[in-house]
């Protein structure tokens, strides 16, 4: 699965402020960390905003504090405000005969919704800061050089 | 106890409530904590559950609970499976459960922590569990924990 950009800077954004939850920061200072533009950024934050996980704070030295409950709020909370996931859709099979390919398709497809929503749904705000400090991926890395080499292969 | 007579706060910690191996004597209380928490009274799931996994095997088979024998506020079962499907002896929890007043204060985090001690007493390097796909609360947990997805996946079919 790939995330749309806005919705990669949303949790990048929503983390950064959950992790610490009396800062604030600004649009520019978390799209500097990242590498990404602070334009598209600050256009997040006002999603963000307006649905209530972050707080604006005006004025001099402004920025933004993040709001929510990071307890409660999951990956998929945030990710539905940015992007329809197709675990949420629900498409109904169009009728009609000689349709059963693309019905069983879309059966089996829905096998892999059914799964993402549901692993977006568990991850919570702090569960996912708890797994960022562990670094679980780098335990990962080192079970999988071939395909490292490999994916490194590709990009060249 | 009188710290049970009074409603618990959230800051509240139950650090004081030990976590200990299930005995016959408990299982009344394990069967009440069921039925308040599923609503179905199973007094013959439970008492055949205690019999494999409280009763024997104790180095591999693991039913702890925190609590006093008339009234449990939490417990845990795991044990661990070799061999199965070709992975390694791994630790295995099948069932937790925490009094609904006594929810979100840490319980249940001691009760996982203090299986996996058990488990790594036992020898085993991971610790493995099955969640129901639409029960949130209890994927939330076990991902608070740090558990992801392992390297098997579920298949199941209906038999006519
Ligand atoms: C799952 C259960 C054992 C958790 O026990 P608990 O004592 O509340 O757990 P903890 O207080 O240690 O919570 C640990 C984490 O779980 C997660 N969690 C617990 N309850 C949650 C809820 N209602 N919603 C979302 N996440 C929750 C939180 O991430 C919490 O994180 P924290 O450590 O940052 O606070 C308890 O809710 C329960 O008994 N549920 C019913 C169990 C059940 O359905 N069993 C059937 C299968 S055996």
Same mark, same amino acid.
């Given at each position: 699965?790939?995330?749309?950009?806005?919705?990669?800077?949303?949790?990048?954004?929503?983390?950064?402020? $959950?992790? +610490? &939850?009396?800062?604030?920061?600004?649009?520019?200072? @978390? %799209?500097?960390?990242?590498?990404?533009?602070?334009?598209? *950024?600050?256009?997040?934050?006002?999603?963000?905003?307006?649905?209530?996980?972050?707080?604006?704070?005006?004025?001099?030295?402004?920025?933004?504090?993040?709001?929510?409950?990071?307890?409660?709020?999951?990956?998929?909370?945030?990710?539905?405000?940015?992007?329809?996931?197709?675990?949420? $859709?629900? +498409? &109904?099979?169009?009728?009609?005969?000689?349709?059963? @390919? %693309?019905?069983?398709?879309?059966?089996?497809?829905?096998? *892999?919704?059914?799964?993402?929503?549901?692993?977006?749904?568990?991850?919570?705000?702090?569960?996912?800061?708890?797994?960022?400090?562990?670094?679980?991926?780098?335990?990962?890395?080192?079970?999988?050089?071939?395909?490292?080499?490999?994916?490194?292969?590709?990009?060249? | 106890?009188?710290?049970?007579?009074?409603?618990?706060?959230?800051?509240?910690?139950?650090?004081?409530?030990?976590?200990?191996?299930?005995?016959?004597?408990?299982?009344?209380?394990?069967?009440?904590?069921?039925?308040?928490?599923?609503?179905?009274?199973?007094?013959?799931?439970?008492?055949?559950?205690?019999?494999?996994?409280?009763?024997?095997?104790?180095?591999?088979?693991?039913?702890?609970?925190?609590?006093?024998?008339?009234?449990?506020?939490?417990?845990?079962?795991?044990?661990?499976?070799?061999?199965?499907?070709?992975?390694?002896?791994?630790?295995?929890?099948?069932?937790?459960?925490?009094?609904?007043?006594?929810?979100?204060?840490?319980?249940?985090?001691?009760?996982?922590?203090?299986?996996?001690?058990?488990?790594?007493?036992?020898?085993?390097?991971?610790?493995?569990?099955?969640?129901?796909?639409?029960?949130?609360?209890?994927?939330?947990?076990?991902?608070?924990?740090?558990?992801?997805?392992?390297?098997?996946?579920?298949?199941?079919?209906?038999?006519?």
């Amino acid at each position: 699965m790939k995330l749309q950009k806005a919705t990669a800077f949303a949790l990048y954004a929503v983390l950064e402020l $959950a992790a +610490e &939850p009396g800062r604030q920061r600004t649009a520019v200072e @978390i %799209a500097d960390k990242y590498g990404i533009s602070a334009h598209h *950024l600050a256009k997040v934050l006002r999603d963000l905003g307006r649905a209530g996980l972050v707080d604006a704070v005006r004025g001099v030295g402004g920025g933004y504090r993040f709001a929510g409950n990071a307890k409660r709020l999951t990956l998929m909370d945030v990710i539905r405000l940015f992007e329809e996931t197709s675990a949420e $859709a629900d +498409e &109904p099979v169009p009728p009609g005969e000689d349709q059963d @390919i %693309a019905a069983g398709l879309r059966f089996v497809l829905a096998e *892999l919704d059914a799964q993402i929503g549901a692993t977006l749904r568990s991850i919570s705000l702090s569960t996912m800061l708890k797994l960022v400090a562990r670094r679980p991926w780098e335990s990962v890395a080192e079970i999988k050089p071939a395909r490292r080499a490999q994916a490194a292969r590709r990009a060249r | 106890m009188a710290r049970r007579s009074t409603t618990p706060t959230p800051q509240e910690s139950d650090e004081d409530l030990i976590i200990r191996s299930a005995t016959l004597a408990d299982v009344a209380g394990v069967i009440a904590l069921d039925e308040e928490v599923t609503g179905l009274l199973k007094p013959q799931y439970w008492r055949e559950l205690f019999e494999h996994f409280g009763a024997r095997r104790r180095d591999q088979r693991f039913f702890l609970v925190a609590g006093d024998p008339g009234r449990i506020d939490g417990f845990i079962i795991g044990e661990v499976r070799a061999w199965e499907f070709g992975s390694p002896p791994s630790g295995w929890v099948f069932a937790v459960q925490v009094r609904p007043r006594l929810r979100v204060r840490g319980l249940g985090s001691r009760l996982f922590a203090a299986v996996r001690a058990r488990f790594r007493a036992a020898g085993v390097e991971r610790v493995r569990t099955m969640v129901a796909r639409d029960n949130a609360v209890i994927h939330a947990f076990f991902r608070s924990q740090g558990m992801m997805a392992g390297p098997f996946i579920e298949l199941e079919m209906r038999l006519d």
